[in-house]
């Protein structure tokens, strides 16, 4: 039977970040569709977190046999839930997820139209990525691209999801800065998801950090388990 995994990156990111995970699941013989996230025509300060939704909806809808699974990660994580809300998948693993409306961190911040993360420095990219080596952050260093503003106060706001029906995996680094890992471990617990807890992780972690492979293979054999 064919099986595709859907690769939905975080923000400010691209298709490169799945590529520890995207050999893995290619050599375990799924069919891997790894999107880059596009701004609409008008620009990133113009785009809307269902314009990103929208793009994920097609990939998802162009495929039309076998089993079929989303993986997001970050912003990702939302938009594999709510891209199967409107088009169910077989199963979903969230890493490191924002949460929707309800597991929404309650620190306010401000968001300006453009998130300038592509002039961020290396060093910045170094320190957000203390799990993984000097090689990948510098891989990634090169690869940051502005996100908009808009669709971080729209996540932050809460964007209302019902509680997925497929077999879910909630994968959460214990040291990650960005999302909370409680909110990971509450939204596992309120989804009846399975919940994986990895120690010393950041947020880009389990995706870019010297054990990303091992987080990917995990993947893999919860899938074999749970399909």
């Not at 893995?24 to 785009?47: K, N, Q, Y």
């Not at 139209?113 to 799990?131: F, I, R």
């Amino acid at each position: 039977m064919v099986r595709t995994a859907i690769f939905v990156h975080g923000a400010g990111g691209g298709g490169w970040e799945w590529k520890a995970w995207v050999p893995a699941f290619s050599e375990s013989g799924w069919t891997c569709v790894v999107p880059d996230l596009a701004p609409v025509p008008e620009g990133i300060s113009a785009t809307h977190f269902q314009d990103y939704l929208d793009q994920v909806l097609q990939y998802r809808h162009s495929i039309t046999e076998g089993l079929v699974v989303l993986i997001g990660a970050s912003m990702g994580g939302l938009l594999a839930i709510k891209a199967n809300e409107s088009d169910p998948v077989d199963a979903l693993v969230l890493i490191n997820s924002v949460g929707p409306k309800g597991f929404v961190s309650e620190v306010f911040s401000e968001y300006p139209d453009v998130m300038e993360w592509s002039k961020g420095t290396l060093q910045e990219s170094l320190e957000a990525m203390p799990d993984s080596d000097q090689e990948t952050g510098q891989f990634a260093f090169e690869r940051w691209r502005d996100e908009s503003g808009q669709v971080m106060r729209e996540i932050h706001s809460g964007i209302p999801s019902q509680k997925p029906s497929c077999p879910t995996l909630v994968i959460v680094g214990n040291r990650d800065l960005e999302v909370a890992p409680s909110l990971g471990v509450q939204m596992a617990k309120a989804f009846h998801a399975e919940l994986r807890v990895y120690k010393d992780m950041s947020h880009v972690g389990p995706l870019l950090g010297r054990a990303a492979a091992s987080v990917a293979d995990d993947t893999l054999g919860w899938l074999e388990l749970s399909l």
